[in-house]
């Protein structure tokens, strides 16, 4: 294995293993979430067996981009409370964005969603089993995986807030601006591994869809994205 990939996996594997000492330091009560209901009738069926990879990975771009948005939902009604907005941890619950893209991520993920987590008899994160479907589970774990890098978004944060006010204002050229977008979007990396980020610049791009006012959408878009970054 060429020396980079060792490494890479190393930094992955530390990432993880660092996420799962830190549920042990998870406080403020998860136990008094009351888990919300999430409608996932638009995503493919897995199956009633427990799985211990996201199917949603490798089933293509749309249902890929079905699950992130069931996802977003799904963690911002049941999961943001403690393990912060975005995915982005606080400190006082695990940082969920540095679970590997891949088997050992998967299967911790899916063992904390189905079973919680409980410490000296308290219990720091509800079991979801049996209140929320595997369907579920699996577009909160795409979301959460495809969080782009926030450090690599800041680089970037001032040229996507000049993008937004030239769409905003009406002005430049929407094509040359939507490759634009694209092609940061390409860029972006993701603190999971996972090889695609589902940042604010690919939503603006997909955004420009060549409808009427799908200018404003991406720069409405980018205002919330970035607005949400600070």
């Not at 830190?22 to 427990?50: K, N, R």
């Not at 088997?103 to 987590?117: A, K, L």
Request: contains cysteine; negative net charge.
């Amino acid at each position: 294995m060429h020396t980079g990939n060792r490494i890479r996996l190393c930094t992955l594997g530390l990432a993880a293993a660092a996420v799962a000492m830190l549920s042990g330091q998870v406080v403020l009560g998860h136990g008094d979430v009351t888990p919300q209901p999430i409608d996932t009738s638009a995503l493919p069926d897995v199956g009633e067996d427990w799985l211990t990879l996201n199917p949603y990975r490798d089933m293509g771009p749309e249902v890929w981009a079905t699950a992130i948005e069931i996802g977003a939902s799904g963690y911002n009604q049941n999961c943001a409370r403690c393990h912060g907005l975005g995915a982005v941890s606080g400190g006082l619950a695990p940082d969920l964005r540095f679970l590997e893209a891949a088997d050992y991520g998967d299967e911790w993920f899916v063992e904390r969603f189905r079973h919680g987590y409980t410490q000296d008899g308290v219990t720091k994160m509800p079991a979801f089993e049996g209140l929320l479907d595997q369907k579920a589970a699996w577009a909160i774990r795409t979301y959460i995986e495809t969080r782009p890098d926030d450090a690599a978004m800041d680089e970037i944060a001032g040229r996507l807030k000049e993008i937004r006010d030239a769409l905003a204002a009406g002005t430049g050229d929407v094509a040359a601006l939507k490759a634009e977008l694209s092609a940061i979007a390409e860029t972006l990396p993701t603190l999971s591994g996972a090889p695609v980020a589902d940042s604010i610049a690919r939503q603006a791009a997909l955004a420009l869809d060549g409808t009427e006012g799908s200018w404003k959408k991406a720069a409405e878009a980018l205002t919330v994205g970035l607005s949400a970054a600070h």
